[in-house]
T-cell receptor, first 112, second 115 residues
Framework: ETGVTQTPRHLVMGMTNKKSLKCEQH?????MYWYKQSAKKPLELMFV???????ENNSVPSRFSPECPNSSHLFLHLHTLQPEDSALYLC???????????FGPGTRLTVL | GESVGLHLPTLSVQEGDNSIINCAYS??????FIWYKQESGKGPQFIID?????DKRQGQRVTVLLNKTVKHLSLQIAATQPGDSAVYFC??????????????FGSGTRLQVQP
């Protein structure tokens, strides 16, 4: 266990659904991240939060909406996704932005 | 696994042999490097890290070598075991123009250990 948990572990949703992914870190870290890992591309950084402030948004479509209510929790709200959004979504945290990151187990998302 | 469909370099070794996984990094300003291991169905797990003021660092059965001249990083695994089968990623860390640090991941190498 790395101290980073993600729920749900698996999610199947239709293109018209709205769902949320949750990440929680128990490491006392100040930065949290969302990554996308698909079958055709390596790890893609989506969002970075440092001290609950979004500091990076790598041209991610607006159908992905992050939320960081406090330094321990991170959400990724999903709506009107496309089949190509099917991937493993990984959450990570680090003591400070950009340093050694610890990853959660991921949420395997399938969009039908 | 997560990388099916992505053409990853694959290293196949016999159980008990030593493994060497290589990584070329892109930015000469990178000053901190990390190796991660990702098993099927799991998130990447930290293995070992090294700062740019070092050439070598050893852990339990793993050694990381850093050659800054040619911007090359390697991970050596001694006495490779079936449980070492996974995708291995290197990551480089550097300051961006914004002043913030960023971690950039390589595409990974798949290690297959034959019994």
């Amino acid at each position: 266990e790395t101290g980073v948990t993600q729920t749900p572990r698996h999610l199947v949703m239709g293109m018209t659904n709205k769902k949320s992914l949750k990440c929680e870190q128990h490491l006392g870290h100040n930065a949290m991240y969302w990554y996308k890992q698909s079958a055709k591309k390596p790890l893609e950084l989506m969002f970075v939060y440092s001290l609950e402030e979004r500091v990076e948004n790598n041209s991610v479509p607006s159908r992905f909406s992050p939320e960081c209510p406090n330094s321990s929790h991170l959400f990724l709200h999903l709506h009107t996704l496309q089949p190509e959004d099917s991937a493993l979504y990984l959450c990570a945290s680090s003591q400070e932005s950009g340093l050694l990151q610890y990853f959660g187990p991921g949420t395997r998302l399938t969009v039908l | 696994g997560e990388s099916v469909g992505l053409h990853l370099p694959t290293l196949s070794v016999q159980e008990g042999d030593n493994s060497i996984i290589n990584c070329a990094y892109s930015n000469s300003a990178s000053d901190y490097f990390i190796w991660y291991k990702q098993e099927s169905g799991k998130g990447p797990q930290f293995i070992i890290d090294i700062r740019s003021n070092m050439d070598k660092r050893q852990g339990q059965r793993v050694t990381v070598l850093l050659n800054k001249t040619v911007k090359h990083l390697s991970l050596q695994i001694a006495a490779t075991q079936p449980g070492d089968s996974a995708v291995y990623f290197c990551a480089e860390n550097m300051h961006q123009d914004t002043g913030r640090r960023a971690l950039t991941f390589g595409s990974g190498t798949r290690l297959q250990v034959q019994p």
